[in-house]
Every structure is written in structure tokens, then in C-alpha cells.
């Protein structure tokens, strides 16, 4: 790996080596040529005039490329804090919901107690990637014995999504809902499919662990809100549904295919820095006008030496070789980024 980033590195490097070195090149022949013949210097001076209007001209399309990007960037931008707003929203309804269920009686008798107190500290991460060997406790948790017909994973699932960080250890009274949720319990959330039990437990596999979660002991008044929460997430989607184990898989598949992926996607996009390419235009620009047009500017008005020209023509020259040989490589970054 470190071999590749190497050969990444000195790849992107090669291009920058020798341009620098047509500069380098491009100023001592200019030199010989002066030596060689004074009236070069006065050609040389005549074409200054067209040298800086080609990069003026250059320099001016850049920069409105730029300013319309600037703009296209602000106004996606506005539309992802937008959607970002919404699917926190539908996020912090689910998580409601999630938690009128993890602290419901559904449960099997000794199952909360059986997880908080004897497995205090789990998390359902932790169960998930023991193959990492990091957690002593998952493993442990594992080659127990338990009694609660497989409905402990789902308690630990549901557990999941009221953290907000991957390294939260208890679930408090009240949990909290982050103006933004942290992007590392997202993305844990998304890797693990957390919600997905629901459509699970009370869907694909119900029938099983029907006798071990009993919706019934979940008290009316918070079906009520469940249900309302539900229609506040999505009118549509649960619109004729009611309290029972088809809504509650329903739920836990829309939340897993529709809300999380967008959730972690705004959060990224929301975060994400200026594109490379803007930058590496941006870089072009502020050199097309420094040694494009404000050197050879000088020249003309303050009788700067020749060697100004020399520098400004030679630099010029090497940034279109370096434009020529980098521009398609930054293209295809951004396209595959």
C-alpha cells in the first residue's frame, strides 16, 4: 500500500519536475538569445502588448468559471442543509420511536437486566465486529448460554441508535438529539444496518419471535405516538398503517433504505471542502495574472529588465505544459471522487 501511494505521489509529481524545468530551460535559451542577438529584446517587448491580452483573456474566462462555480457550490449547498434539516428531522422521530420500544415491557422478562447489568458497557458494534478481537465482552457475550430466544441482538440493535457516539456505553433518560449527529455513529449505523432488526424480528423471521416480543405489553398511549411519529416521518409510506409487527417492519426498512444512507450522504456533502479542481483553477489563475500580466505590465511601465520578460514568457509557457499534462488527471479525480 504504501508502494502505491508512493507511485501516486511521484506520478503526480513528474508533471510539476518538468515543467519546472522547461522554465529553467526557457530562460537560459532566452538569455542565449538575447547574448546572441540585442534585437531579440526588441521583439520580444513588442509582443508584450499580445502576450498580456492572451493572458488577460485566460486569466478573465477562469475567473468567471470560478465565480459561476462559487455560485453552483453555494446554491447546492443551501439544497443539501436543506435535505439535511429534514432527514435529521425523520432521524430524531425515528430515534423516538426507538426508544418508547427499547424502554417498553415487549421484552422478555430479565432481558433488560440480563443486558444492562451482567453486559453493562456492550454495544451492538462491538458484538458485530468481534472478529476484530477488540472487545473481550462481546466475545464473552457470544459463547453465553442466552435465554431470551435471540431478541437480546435486537435489544442491542435498538440500543444503537439512541448513542451518539460509537463509544457511548450507557443510554441515558433522556437522549439527546444533535442539531447534526455525529458522522462516525452514521456511519456505524449504516455499516451495521442498524434498524433493519425491526424488519427482521417482526417481518421476515416473526413467526419465530413472535412469543418473545410482545407488542401488546406496549402501552396504548405510546402506540399512539408511535404512530403519529411514524406519519410525521413519512405521511405517505404509513398512511393506512397501524401498531403491529407489519408496521413496525415496514418502519425499520424504510429507515434502513430510505433515511440513514441519505442521512450519512447530506452530512458528507454538507462537510465536504472545496473541489480540487476549483483549487487547482484558482492556482492557475492568480499565476496567468502575476506572471501573464502583472510582469509584463511592469516591464512596460517601469522599464523593469529584460529578464522580467524572460521570467514571465518562460513561466507562462511551462504552466500551459503543466496545465496540458495535469488537466485530465484532475478531471478524472473529480469525476470519480
Not at 118 to 141: P, Q
Not at 145 to 164: I, Q, R, V
Not at 167 to 187: G, L
Request: net charge neutral; with cysteine; hydrophobic share 45%.
Amino acid at each position: 500500500m504504501r508502494n502505491k501511494s508512493f507511485l501516486k505521489d511521484l506520478y503526480a509529481l513528474i508533471p510539476l519536475v518538468f515543467s519546472g524545468l522547461l522554465c529553467i530551460a526557457l530562460i537560459f535559451l532566452l538569455w542565449q538569445k538575447n547574448t546572441a542577438s540585442p534585437e531579440f529584446v526588441t521583439t520580444l517587448s513588442g509582443l508584450s502588448s499580445l502576450f498580456i491580452a492572451i493572458s488577460g483573456f485566460l486569466s478573465a474566462v477562469i475567473m468567471v468559471y470560478l465565480a459561476l462555480a462559487a455560485m453552483n457550490l453555494k446554491n447546492t449547498r443551501a439544497h443539501v442543509i436543506d435535505n439535511l434539516g429534514k432527514v435529521t428531522e425523520k432521524m430524531h422521530h425515528f430515534r423516538t420511536i426507538v426508544d418508547i420500544l427499547y424502554r417498553s415491557k415487549m421484552w422478555l422478562p430479565g432481558l433488560r437486566e440480563y443486558i444492562d447489568d451482567e453486559f453493562a458497557g456492550l454495544n451492538f458494534f462491538e458484538v458485530k465486529e468481534f472478529y476484530k478481537g477488540k472487545s473481550k465482552i462481546a466475545i464473552e457475550f457470544l459463547q453465553e448460554n442466552h435465554n431470551y430466544a435471540d431478541t437480546e441482538n435486537l435489544y442491542l440493535e435498538l440500543k444503537s441508535l439512541l448513542m451518539t457516539s460509537p463509544k457511548d456505553k450507557t443510554i441515558p433518560e433522556n437522549i439527546t438529539y444533535p442539531k447534526i449527529y455525529n458522522q462516525d455513529i452514521v456511519a456505524k449505523w449504516l455499516e451495521h444496518k442498524c434498524g433493519s432488526g425491526l424488519w427482521f424480528y417482526f417481518g421476515y423471521k416473526y413467526a419465530v419471535y413472535k412469543e418473545a416480543l410482545d407488542l401488546n405489553a406496549v402501552f396504548e398511549r405510546h402506540q399512539e405516538k408511535i404512530m403519529k411519529l411514524a406519519n410525521t416521518i413519512d405521511s405517505e409510506a404509513f398512511e393506512d398503517s397501524s401498531f403491529n409487527e407489519v408496521f413496525l417492519s415496514k418502519l425499520g426498512e424504510y429507515m434502513t433504505k430510505e433515511v440513514l444512507p441519505k442521512l450519512f450522504q447530506f452530512q458528507f456533502n454538507s462537510t465536504k471542502s472545496m473541489p480540487n479542481l476549483i483549487k487547482y483553477l484558482y492556482g492557475i489563475f492568480l499565476s496567468l495574472v502575476f506572471f501573464g500580466v502583472l510582469l509584463p505590465l511592469c516591464f512596460l511601465l517601469f522599464g523593469l529588465s529584460i529578464v522580467v520578460l524572460f521570467i514571465s514568457y518562460s513561466f507562462v509557457i511551462s504552466l500551459i505544459f503543466f496545465i496540458a499534462t495535469t488537466f485530465y488527471q484532475f478531471l478524472s479525480k473529480e469525476a470519480n471522487s
